[in-house]
Every structure is written in structure tokens, then in C-alpha cells.
């Protein structure tokens, strides 16, 4: 049974920074592709990022050069790095992660079959 639990969120001003951690257990974080997804009131859940099985990301533009994602296998553990947050990055943040074991990620939300419970962001102006 796969589980994913973030960690890290919570409130900021903007321009600050927070790091979201996310710890698997019953999948390998090397073997498939992973993501970091995020939701906002009344909004559908968007991709804010995905990495797939060599560490390679593909960041949403909103979040280009702010965000980071990173990938710890040993400790199975998956980071997102934020600076620079902005008032329109609060939402709930959800960790993802894929079955598939392709080489090759997609960003749709179908394409993750993990959730972890999710963690809310929120940032003030």
C-alpha cells in the first residue's frame, strides 16, 4: 500500500519561502514519475511540477525560476523548494505519484494514481 505525507506548509508573507517535504512508503521514489500538484478555492487542481525517474523537471510557467523540485531515493523523500511566493500560490499543495515507470511523465492529473492527504499554503500581501 503506497502512502505519501507532506509536510513543511503553513503561512508566509510574500516574498518569502517555504519547502514542502513529501515521505513515501510502499513505493520507490527512483522507479516512476512524481509531481506536486495544488489546488485553490473554487479551481480546478493544477500540475505545479513533475520529475520523472532521472531527476528531470518540468515546472508550470507560474512557477518557473520561484520553484524548485528535488528527490531524495535514499530517504524517499521529495522536496519543493518555494521563494518568492506569491498571494495567488496559496492553495492546498498535494503530492503525487505515478505507477507507470516510463522514462516519460505527463502533467495530467490522471496520470498519478498516489495522493498524499495534501497541505495548505498560504500567503499574504
Known amino acids: 500500500q503506497v502512502q505519501l505525507v507532506e509536510s513543511g506548509g503553513g503561512s508566509v508573507q510574500a516574498g518569502g519561502s517555504l519547502r514542502l517535504s513529501c515521505v513515501a512508503s510502499?513505493?520507490?521514489?527512483?522507479?516512476?514519475?512524481m509531481a506536486w500538484f495544488r489546488q485553490a478555492p473554487g479551481k480546478e487542481r493544477e500540475r505545479v511540477v513533475v520529475?520523472?525517474?532521472?531527476?528531470?523537471?518540468s515546472y508550470s510557467d507560474s512557477v518557473k525560476g520561484r520553484f524548485s523540485i528535488s528527490k531524495d531515493n535514499a530517504k524517499n523523500t521529495l522536496y519543493l523548494q518555494m521563494n518568492s511566493l506569491k498571494p495567488e500560490d496559496t492553495a492546498m499543495y498535494y503530492c503525487?505519484?505515478?505507477?507507470?515507470?516510463?522514462?516519460?511523465?505527463?502533467?495530467?492529473?490522471?496520470?498519478?494514481?498516489?495522493w498524499g492527504q495534501g497541505i495548505q499554503v498560504t500567503v499574504s500581501s
Open positions: 503525487a505519484a505515478s505507477a507507470y515507470t516510463g522514462s516519460w511523465c505527463s502533467v495530467a492529473r490522471s496520470w498519478y494514481q498516489y
Open positions: 510502499g513505493y520507490t521514489y527512483s522507479s516512476g514519475c
Open positions: 520529475i520523472d525517474r532521472d531527476g528531470n523537471p
